[in-house]
């Protein structure tokens, strides 16, 4: 298929990059230049990458920024036509989504939101999985794209339950990752050894996916993003504010989000979330280390 993907950042690099290998004609556009993917043609405006596309997928940062890439000065928009499939793989506000759905649908351009879990290891390795919302139609031939680039598709209902269901998601993750910090945190204060614990955990019903990733990395001190923090903390704050219109109280998750805000003003956005267990170590004077630190 021909696909224009806009934004080259951790995810959309690797995405796009399989897209390519999987033999499918793709444009690449990214804010800043200089971000390539070898064998992608490059487009110097996302208009301009968009021209006479099947699909446009997007992977950038935040709800402002799929404003600007579709909507914007150079946006996207101009090159929409009857048929074309927008993709969004950015976790952005679901309201939003669903306004942004409807712009291009004046256009004839139908809107799926495909929210991804797996990180950069997921992306690199095509393994990604796919929270999707939207049409069916179009869902379906998106197939061959989301299967160069994932393992699995779940579709969660109409446009904007892809980005809901995301938030929920890592919701969970966020306050999974926060629990297994304060563990370590407060093993190691107590004197008990963080693999040992990790390997326990492995072998009861505390285990779980988020530790099972997680731990590796932080036991060999590795704070590089896989998931940056200023990322993450976007997405707490987007749960926030849909559970806010919602009016649902999330007391753990507003908690967890005022650490976000602690560790950034100790300068680890740009770290991997995993970094806010650095400050529950500062506080309780201690540091978690496994054999490999
Ligand atoms: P990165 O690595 O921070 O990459 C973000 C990308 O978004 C990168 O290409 C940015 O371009 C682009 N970006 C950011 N703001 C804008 C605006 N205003 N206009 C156009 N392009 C923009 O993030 P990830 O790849 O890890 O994650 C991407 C999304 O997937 C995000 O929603 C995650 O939550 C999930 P730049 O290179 O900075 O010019």
Redesign the pocket.
């Known amino acids: 298929m021909r696909v224009a993907f ?8 690797a995405m796009a990059t399989n897209l390519v290998k999987a033999g499918h004609e793709v444009t690449v556009w ?3 230049p200089g ?1 390539l993917v070898e064998g992608a043609g490059i487009a110097p405006t996302p208009a301009a990458a968009a021209q006479g596309a099947e699909v446009l997928w997007l ?4 709800t ?2 799929v404003q ?2 579709v909507f ?1 000065k150079e946006g996207a928009v101009t090159a929409l036509n009857e048929g074309m499939i927008i993709a969004d ?4 506000s679901p309201a939003a989504t669903v306004k942004f759905a409807q712009r291009v649908a004046e256009k004839g351009a139908a809107w799926v939101d495909a ?2 879990t797996g990180s ?1 290891i997921g992306a690199r390795d095509g393994t990604l999985v796919f929270i999707v919302g939207g049409d069916e139609g179009p869902i379906d031939r998106l197939k061959p794209l989301f299967a160069a680039m994932g393992k699995k598709i779940f579709r969660m209902g109409d446009v904007g339950k892809g980005q809901a269901t995301k938030l929920v998601m890592n919701l969970q993750i966020a306050l999974i990752y926060e629990g297994f910090a304060e563990a370590l945190t407060l093993a190691t204060k107590l004197g008990v050894d963080s693999q040992q614990l990790v390997d326990l955990i492995g072998a009861t019903m505390v285990k779980s996916g988020v530790v099972e990733y997680k731990a590796p990395f932080i036991l060999g001190r590795d704070f590089t ?1 896989n ?2 923090l ?2 993450m903390h ?2 707490i704050r987007l749960t926030l504010e849909a559970a806010k219109e919602a009016r649902v109280k999330l007391p753990g998750l507003e908690t967890v989000e005022e650490l976000y805000e602690m560790a950034t003003e100790d300068g680890h956005k740009d770290l991997d979330y995993a970094a806010t267990l650095t400050l529950l170590e500062k506080w309780a004077g201690v540091q978690v280390k496994g054999q490999a630190a």
């Open positions: 806009l934004g080259l950042g951790i995810m959309g690099q990214n804010r800043t971000k992977c950038v940062s935040d402002d920024a600007e890439v914007g793989s950015s976790t952005i929210p991804v950069k993003p998931f940056p200023r990322l976007k997405d």
